[in-house]
């Protein structure tokens, strides 16, 4: 029976190795499967493929870093935000002094002048112009319904958004785009950047308002009412629901806005963005650090003290952070953050001495003014003191740049005195003749950040705004002895790759480095930069007419891929045929037998349409035949 099932099989025989039995395990064919599809280059499917390609579509448009007066707008409002959010603790902590001093009967003058004093800083025209930056506290005066219609109305602004940019990222990316959808992308963009980039401090700070009750009233057996709403109680219907509702939302979008700072670092090394930053880890860590500011300031207001000491570690891990990562190309950027981010400091500084004042002190009706009016005017001192711990932080990166530069120039002096480079001009020949063994020698790098500060050197361009030939093979020099002594970092390889996109428009040379950062166990910010940089590459293979070495061995790989996915399911076919031919037959094997064709069948086919994302010139490269869709 099984002589006759072979010779019967004609061309499949030719597919199919003979040796392939009726018993063959279902998980033997699929293991084979499983190992096509992890052998084919696919970019992040499933959940991730979603999230990457909507964080690359709303940050394709960088309107924002281009243009100065939108860069200067964003940190300008940025700055107010979170200094106001500050200011507004520190009126709250103000206003618990004569609390405080009522204790001491001795301290009722104290306590009037204090009272006075608080009241005519905090109904200052300044202070009060300031909350637009805080709209919260302008809606709060409306009343709770105007309150609870404008959470919601923020919630769905939030939610639409989101799914809107979800619905077009998922119709792009499998070619279905709509021009119903897609032709309000642009708005979707600008939105996206309004409120995840500019506006999320007071944002979020509205979205986590209905967490600030009076939670120490719930371990003494009293009731937590809002401290905004006094007869509102937070743990009774209906502001519990509102609660609930808005910490959701709020969780969606300190994701979202986290996600979006990951998506707006660009690791161009000549990109003309004045907000973009070269590091995501460390421009993902400072906005975390934020949007812990953020709130512990907003959801903390009934444990004052604890609020305090959170809020100045905040501030603390934020500043040093900046100034450690300098995480911006542009270092004007970088001293203007660091001035701005010390005056935050030292304004919860000196919140953290006013609350932990003794009464003593605190009962000198001048000495709470002192303090406030100190939070106002300390700005400009900390801005300046802030700046030059930054200068002298770039000092040592300045230090290797320079060493670097001299030894590249060297370099290529000996290469064109020793005719090892035919064009004087051609500096990258220069580069190309140095062995793994002297870019050691040349420098040590600690790290990957180091690697990325020294790479700036490279940013001169000409009057037509073209990068200087000089300056590109320098970039190159020093990323070769990063990559020479820090082996196999995926940091450095993505670095190299967006090198190899924008500076030499070397698509295939990128797509091989990628290929080289999949194997060095990435993590998730760097996934995500191999992602950016394999659309990068795709546009410009795609615009290569002819097919290079590495375009062959690429399109062979998937090919054969192809190949052994059509074999695979042939041999689940045979499977199911074989067992039909036995005299007695179980139904329980053949229920398992179609399960099997079905799974490989949907595998081999998503194997298909992963081989078919290539370049135009890959899929019309002579010999490549089209495979049918295996079916049952």
Same mark, same amino acid.
């Given at each position: 029976?099984?002589?006759?099932?072979?010779?019967?099989?004609?061309?499949?025989?030719?597919?199919?190795?003979?040796?392939?039995?009726?018993?063959?395990?279902?998980?033997?064919?699929?293991?084979?499967?499983?190992?096509?599809?992890?052998?084919?280059?696919?970019?992040?499917?499933?959940?991730?493929?979603?999230? /990457?390609?909507?964080?690359?579509?709303?940050?394709?448009?960088?309107?924002? *870093? $281009?243009?100065?007066?939108?860069?200067?707008?964003?940190?300008?409002?940025? !700055?107010?935000? @979170?200094?106001?959010?500050?200011?507004?603790?520190?009126?709250?902590?103000?206003?618990?002094?004569?609390?405080?001093?009522?204790?001491?009967?001795?301290?009722?003058?104290?306590?009037?002048?204090?009272?006075?004093?608080?009241?005519?800083?905090?109904?200052? *025209? =300044?202070?009060?112009?300031?909350?637009?930056?805080?709209? &919260?506290?302008?809606?709060?005066?409306?009343?709770?319904?105007?309150?609870?219609?404008?959470?919601?109305?923020?919630?769905?602004?939030?939610?639409?958004?989101?799914?809107?940019?979800?619905?077009?990222?998922?119709?792009?990316?499998?070619?279905?785009?709509?021009?119903?959808?897609?032709?309000?992308?642009?708005?979707?963009?600008?939105?996206?950047?309004? =409120?995840?980039?500019?506006? /999320?401090?007071?944002?979020?700070?509205?979205?986590?308002?209905?967490?600030?009750?009076?939670?120490?009233?719930?371990?003494?057996?009293?009731?937590?009412?809002?401290?905004?709403?006094?007869?509102?109680?937070?743990?009774?219907?209906?502001?519990?629901?509102?609660?609930?509702?808005?910490?959701?939302?709020?969780?969606? !979008?300190?994701?979202?806005?986290?996600?979006? #700072?990951?998506?707006?670092?660009?690791?161009?090394?000549?990109?003309?963005?004045?907000?973009?930053?070269?590091?995501?880890?460390?421009?993902?860590?400072?906005?975390? %650090?934020?949007?812990?500011?953020?709130?512990?300031?907003?959801?903390?207001? *009934?444990?004052?003290?604890?609020?305090?000491?959170?809020?100045?570690?905040?501030? /603390?891990?934020?500043?040093?952070?900046?100034?450690?990562?300098?995480?911006?190309?542009?270092?004007?950027?970088?001293?203007?953050?660091?001035?701005?981010?010390?005056?935050? @400091?030292?304004?919860?500084?000196?919140?953290?001495?006013?609350?932990?004042?003794?009464?003593?002190?605190?009962?000198?009706?001048? !000495?709470?003014?002192?303090?406030?009016?100190?939070? %106002?005017?300390?700005?400009?001192?900390?801005?300046? %003191?802030?700046?030059? /711990?930054?200068? %002298?932080?770039?000092?040592?990166? &300045?230090?290797?740049?320079?060493?670097?530069?001299?030894?590249?120039?060297?370099?290529?002096?000996?290469?064109?005195?020793?005719?090892?480079?035919? +064009?004087?001009?051609?500096?990258?020949?220069?580069?190309?003749?140095?062995?793994?063994?002297?870019?050691?020698? =040349?420098?040590?790098?600690?790290?990957?950040?180091?690697?990325?500060?020294?790479?700036?050197?490279?940013?001169?361009?000409?009057?037509?705004?073209?990068?200087?030939?000089?300056?590109?093979?320098?970039?190159?020099?020093?990323?070769?002895?990063?990559?020479?002594?820090?082996?196999?970092?995926?940091?450095?390889?993505?670095?190299?790759?967006?090198?190899?996109?924008?500076?030499?428009?070397?698509?295939?040379?990128?797509?091989?480095? @990628?290929?080289?950062?999949?194997? #060095?166990?990435?993590?998730?910010?760097? &996934?995500?930069?191999?992602?950016?940089?394999?659309?990068?590459?795709?546009?410009?293979?795609?615009?290569?007419? +002819?097919?290079?070495?590495?375009?062959?061995?690429?399109?062979?790989?998937?090919?054969?891929?192809?190949?052994?996915?059509?074999?695979?399911?042939?041999?689940?076919?045979?499977? !199911?045929?074989?067992?039909?031919?036995?005299?007695?037959?179980? @139904?329980?094997?053949?229920?398992?037998? =179609?399960?099997?064709?079905?799974?490989?069948?949907?595998?081999?086919?998503?194997?298909?349409?992963?081989?078919?994302?290539?370049?135009?010139?890959?899929?019309?490269?002579?010999?490549?035949?089209?495979?049918?869709?295996? $079916?049952?």
């Amino acid at each position: 029976m099984k002589n006759d099932d072979a010779s019967s099989d004609g061309g499949a025989s030719s597919v199919v190795p003979s040796s392939v039995q009726s018993d063959r395990p279902v998980d033997a064919i699929e293991e084979g499967l499983e190992e096509d599809a992890d052998d084919l280059e696919s970019d992040n499917k499933g959940f991730m493929d979603v999230v /990457f390609y909507t964080i690359y579509t709303l940050n394709t448009s960088h309107w924002l *870093g $281009r243009s100065l007066r939108l860069a200067a707008f964003k940190v300008a409002v940025e !700055f107010l935000q @979170l200094m106001r959010i500050v200011l507004t603790v520190s009126f709250r902590v103000l206003a618990g002094i004569p609390a405080r001093l009522a204790t001491d009967s001795s301290t009722a003058a104290a306590e009037a002048a204090s009272i006075a004093h608080i009241l005519a800083v905090e109904d200052s *025209g =300044i202070v009060q112009w300031s909350k637009i930056f805080q709209f &919260r506290l302008l809606v709060i005066e409306k009343g709770y319904t105007a309150y609870v219609i404008a959470l919601y109305i923020i919630s769905d602004l939030v939610v639409a958004n989101l799914s809107y940019a979800v619905a077009v990222a998922w119709m792009l990316k499998r070619n279905k785009g709509n021009n119903y959808f897609t032709r309000w992308l642009g708005s979707v963009q600008i939105f996206a950047k309004m =409120i995840y980039t500019i506006w /999320f401090p007071a944002l979020l700070d509205y979205l986590l308002s209905p967490f600030s009750c009076s939670w120490m009233n719930v371990s003494k057996g009293g009731r937590p009412y809002h401290l905004d709403f006094p007869e509102q109680n937070c743990l009774a219907m209906p502001h519990v629901v509102h609660m609930l509702v808005a910490g959701a939302v709020a969780a969606v !979008f300190c994701a979202m806005t986290l996600l979006m #700072a990951l998506g707006g670092c660009d690791l161009d090394p000549i990109t003309r963005s004045v907000l973009a930053s070269s590091d995501a880890g460390a421009t993902f860590k400072i906005l975390a %650090l934020k949007i812990c500011l953020v709130i512990v300031s907003s959801a903390l207001n *009934g444990l004052q003290r604890s609020q305090v000491v959170f809020m100045l570690a905040s501030a /603390f891990f934020v500043t040093h952070n900046h100034c450690w990562q300098v995480p911006y190309y542009n270092t004007v950027v970088n001293v203007v953050w660091a001035g701005l981010l010390a005056s935050i @400091l030292a304004m919860t500084g000196l919140l953290m001495q006013l609350e932990f004042s003794p009464p003593a002190q605190l009962a000198n009706p001048t !000495f709470a003014l002192s303090v406030v009016w100190a939070m %106002l005017y300390c700005t400009p001192a900390a801005l300046v %003191l802030g700046a030059f /711990f930054i200068w %002298l932080r770039l000092s040592r990166p &300045r230090a290797i740049t320079s060493r670097m530069q001299q030894a590249y120039r060297d370099l290529v002096d000996d290469a064109v005195s020793q005719d090892k480079s035919p +064009g004087t001009q051609d500096v990258s020949s220069a580069v190309a003749a140095v062995t793994a063994a002297e870019f050691k020698r =040349i420098h040590k790098f600690r790290d990957a950040t180091q690697v990325s500060l020294v790479c700036r050197g490279m940013r001169h361009w000409d009057e037509d705004g073209v990068a200087d030939a000089e300056a590109r093979g320098f970039g190159e020099f020093v990323i070769k002895c990063g990559m020479a002594k820090l082996q196999h970092n995926p940091t450095l390889l993505v670095l190299y790759a967006h090198y190899l996109i924008q500076v030499h428009k070397d698509g295939q040379a990128a797509i091989t480095t @990628l290929q080289q950062a999949h194997k #060095a166990k990435p993590s998730l910010l760097d &996934r995500y930069n191999i992602y950016v940089a394999q659309q990068l590459a795709k546009g410009l293979t795609a615009g290569e007419g +002819g097919l290079d070495l590495l375009g062959y061995v690429e399109y062979q790989r998937r090919y054969r891929a192809c190949i052994r996915a059509h074999k695979i399911a042939l041999m689940a076919q045979r499977r !199911f045929w074989a067992s039909m031919l036995r005299e007695t037959v179980s @139904l329980t094997e053949i229920r398992l037998a =179609i399960a099997c064709m079905e799974r490989t069948e949907l595998k081999a086919t998503d194997i298909y349409r992963r081989a078919l994302e290539l370049p135009r010139q890959w899929q019309t490269a002579e010999g490549l035949c089209p495979l049918p869709r295996v $079916r049952a």
